[in-house]
């Protein structure tokens, strides 16, 4: 099947910054681009290629919601290639953009709390699965309770930035 580009695609996509990303987005919705073959070539080629079409992703969800969540399936389906470095921050990201597919939950919830009690993943990583967390926890509340007694046990062990930021969070889960 061939896919439908925009002008360039391939060597504007590593190359850009946020402005250029927000260019090429606008082309390829206005070319009712197939965003879900985009993400089965793009997620597993080069390193800076997959990192910079993660970052596409992010900022195509923020306009449009509807086709990051096109998307998921796919990254679900192709995460254990995706060789981008703290690709969990990603993932997280695009879950606090366009929601948990309830077909995902199940392993969303599994992940994030993993995550969050990684000591080798980053704070970023960690504060986008607690805030995505936290949304799940609305659907399904006892959630609400793993979460607390999670970070309860985390703020003890965690570096005084981590620390901070957990309190913070955790006054929030009142």
């Known amino acids: 099947m061939e896919i439908t580009l925009p002008i360039n ?3 504007r996509l590593p190359l850009g910054d946020s402005n250029e990303r927000s260019k090429l987005i606008s082309e390829v919705v ?3 681009g197939d965003v879900v073959s985009l993400t089965e070539i793009y997620l597993v080629e080069n ?3 997959a990192t910079r079409y993660m970052w596409f992703l992010s900022e195509l969800g ?5 086709k990051l969540r096109s998307c998921m399936p796919t990254v679900l389906a192709l995460w254990e290639k995706i060789q981008v470095p703290n690709k969990e921050a990603s993932l997280a990201n ?3 953009i366009a929601g ?3 077909e995902n939950e199940g392993i969303a919830t599994t992940w994030l709390f993993d995550w969050i009690t990684n000591p080798h993943c980053n704070i970023t990583t960690k504060t986008r699965a607690i805030k995505v967390l936290k949304r799940l926890a609305i659907k ?3 959630l609400m309770d793993e979460l607390r007694v999670t970070l309860n046990a985390l703020i003890d062990v965690q570096s005084a930035e981590e620390k901070k930021r957990y309190e913070s969070l955790m006054r929030h889960l009142n």
């Open 100 to 102: 948990v597919p309830a």
């Open 47 to 49: 390193v800076k290629l």
């Open 62 to 66: 923020m306009t449009f919601p509807a």
């Open 30 to 32: 206005s070319i009712n």
């Open 9 to 11: 695609f391939e060597e």
């Open 140 to 142: 399904y509340p006892e």
């Open 94 to 96: 695009y879950w606090l």
